[in-house]
């Protein structure tokens, strides 16, 4: 069965917004390209510099995703790294060290993977490179030559799809780790040379019954970051 919805006018933004996960398994119903349509089309009304919209979108099903999915896989288990970009600062100091530590062991848990198992942690890792069963792949591009301000553009227009996919009944996983592989990754897929790729996305059906989707990962008091000037 096809997923092929109205968007449910029932959900509210805030529900949107604070009942949001990334999925980590995904059922494998196709999802329906006037519904994906819908979802980009809406969140394309995402604030950008002059009104500017430097995104480009990248849609990736079927014969094509399957590919894709080979191909980098084959990279990652090669060790071909060829990142687009740097995403972290070369040392991570806390307190993200152990922000991103405790994420980590959260999911080796719920996967049963012990913190010393190479392999195991190596296929958790592939999970990605496959949209953890998501039938749908979304990769976001824009023009090398963009400044700072186009990042905050780009990631305005990808929270939208994040914030709209649950009120057509889907799931989504914001994954950067397909921009660690962007060589393998244009092989596959017909990213122009002066476009960089900023990040793929999983998008489908949550797979409700999965231990992994109960995780919910913790966030920071407002306290810690929020100041006040009166």
Not at 46 to 71: E, H, I
Not at 191 to 210: N, T
């Amino acid at each position: 069965m096809i997923v092929d919805t109205q968007p449910d006018a029932g959900v509210s933004a805030y529900d949107a917004v604070v009942t949001r996960r990334s999925i980590r398994q995904f059922l494998p119903a196709p999802v329906s390209d006037a519904t994906i349509d819908c979802i980009i089309a809406g969140a394309s009304r995402a604030p950008s510099g002059q009104n500017m919209q430097p995104w480009q979108v990248l849609v990736v099903t079927g014969d094509t995703r399957a590919r894709l999915c080979s191909v980098v896989s084959d990279a990652v288990r090669a060790g071909e790294r060829s990142d687009e970009y740097s995403y972290f600062p070369i040392k991570i100091r806390e307190p993200y060290r152990g922000r991103r530590r405790k994420v980590g062991f959260d999911l080796f848990d719920i996967y049963g993977i012990a913190p010393d198992d190479v392999c195991g942690r190596q296929d958790a890792l592939l999970r990605n490179f496959d949209f953890f069963g998501a039938p749908v792949g979304l990769f976001f591009t824009m023009e090398r030559d963009w400044g700072y301000g186009a990042w905050i553009d780009i990631g305005n227009f990808m929270t939208n799809v994040m914030t709209l996919a649950p009120a057509f009944g889907l799931g989504t996983c914001p994954q950067q780790a397909w921009a660690e592989y962007g060589a393998a990754v244009r092989r596959v897929l017909p990213v122009a040379d002066d476009h960089i790729i900023v990040s793929g996305m999983a998008l489908g059906v949550p797979d409700l019954g999965a231990a992994v989707n109960r995780l919910i990962t913790e966030r920071t008091p407002t306290i810690d970051f929020v100041r006040y000037y009166r």
